[in-house]
C-alpha cells in the first residue's frame, strides 16, 4: 500500500492541533487588506479582522494561492517519499482553489488527484479528515470511496447578521435583489453542491438563531460537529450546550477563516455537521 499524502487549503478550517496530528498539509490562501497581501493566519488574527471589517475603508479581497504554490508542494511531497496526494478544495463554483490546484497537478500524471468537496470550511475540512484518518491503513479506492460518501452525508448551514457582504462579494447572485428590505434581516443560508442557497430569513436575531438550532436538530444523530461563527463566539458556545442536541463525540467551534469571513461579515454562525 503506497503513501497517501493530503492536502487541502485554508478554507477548511480544520483546527491546528487536527492538521498536526493527522499530518494534513494545509496551503493558506491570501487575504488582501488595504492593498497588503497577508497569507491566511499570518499578520492579523481571525478575532482583530472581525472587530476591524465593519471600519474598513476598502472591502478586504481574497485570492487563491498561485498553481506555483501547489506546484511546489506536491514535488517536496513526492520528493519526501509519498507515492500518491489527494489534494481537497473548496467548492469550484465559489473559488479558483480548484483549478489552481487541477493546473499544479497536471504536471505530476496520476500521482496527483484533486478533488472538489462542493463545501467551504468544515463541510471540505470533515472530508479532508476523514481522508487523513483513513490514509493510515487504507488503499487509494477505499479513501476516493470515503470521501464521496462523507460528502453525501455533510450539511452546512449558516445565519448571516447582514447581508451587506455577501452582496458586496458578487459571488451571489440572488443577494443583489430587493436590498433595502435585505439589509433589515437575518438570512439563513445553505451551502449545496457548491452554490449558496437562500433558506429564508429572520426579522431579529434571537428567532434566526433558534431557527439554525431548529436546522440542526433535525438532522438527528451526528458523526461529526462543528459550529462555525465569525466572532460570535458566546452565541456559538451556547449552541453547543444546548440540551437538546444530540452530540457527536467532540464537537468543536471554530471562528471562521476570514478568507470566508470577508463574504459573510462578523456575527455570522452556522455549522457544519456529518449526519450518520
Not at 119 to 125: A, E, I, N, R, S
Not at 139 to 160: G, K, S, W, Y
Request: net charge neutral; proline share 4%.
Amino acid at each position: 500500500m503506497g503513501h497517501i499524502a493530503i492536502v487541502t487549503d485554508s478554507t477548511a478550517d480544520i483546527p491546528e492541533e487536527l492538521t498536526e496530528r493527522h499530518n494534513i498539509h494545509v496551503v493558506p490562501n491570501i487575504l488582501v487588506i488595504d492593498g497588503r497581501s497577508l497569507e491566511d493566519g499570518k499578520g492579523i488574527t481571525r478575532q482583530e479582522f472581525y472587530t476591524s471589517l465593519p471600519g474598513m475603508k476598502a472591502f478586504p479581497t481574497t485570492a487563491t494561492a498561485s498553481s506555483g504554490t501547489y506546484q511546489q508542494l506536491y514535488q517536496r511531497l513526492l520528493q519526501e517519499g509519498f507515492s500518491q496526494i489527494l489534494s481537497i478544495h473548496a467548492a469550484s463554483l465559489l473559488s479558483g482553489i480548484f483549478n489552481a490546484a487541477s493546473l499544479a497537478a497536471q504536471a505530476f500524471g496520476q500521482c496527483v488527484r484533486v478533488i472538489d468537496s462542493h463545501y467551504v470550511t468544515l463541510g471540505l475540512g470533515f472530508q479532508a479528515l476523514a481522508a487523513a484518518e483513513a490514509a493510515l491503513h487504507e488503499p487509494l479506492e477505499n479513501i476516493l470511496a470515503l470521501i464521496e460518501d462523507v460528502r453525501q452525508r455533510v450539511r452546512v448551514i449558516a445565519m448571516l447578521d447582514t447581508l451587506e457582504y455577501v452582496r458586496r462579494s458578487g459571488r451571489v447572485s440572488w443577494a443583489k435583489a430587493h436590498l433595502g428590505e435585505l439589509l433589515q434581516i437575518k438570512p439563513l443560508v445553505e451551502i449545496r453542491s457548491g452554490q449558496v442557497v437562500r433558506l429564508g430569513e429572520e426579522r431579529t436575531r434571537r428567532k434566526g438563531i433558534e431557527r439554525l438550532l431548529r436546522h440542526l436538530r433535525d438532522l438527528g444523530k451526528l458523526e461529526r460537529l462543528a459550529i462555525l461563527h465569525t466572532n460570535a463566539e458566546d452565541e456559538a458556545q451556547r449552541i453547543l450546550d444546548d440540551p437538546r442536541l444530540d452530540l457527536p463525540v467532540k464537537p468543536f467551534c471554530v471562528n471562521v477563516t476570514p478568507i470566508i469571513g470577508a463574504h459573510v461579515g462578523p456575527n455570522g454562525l452556522g455549522f457544519a455537521a456529518v449526519v450518520r
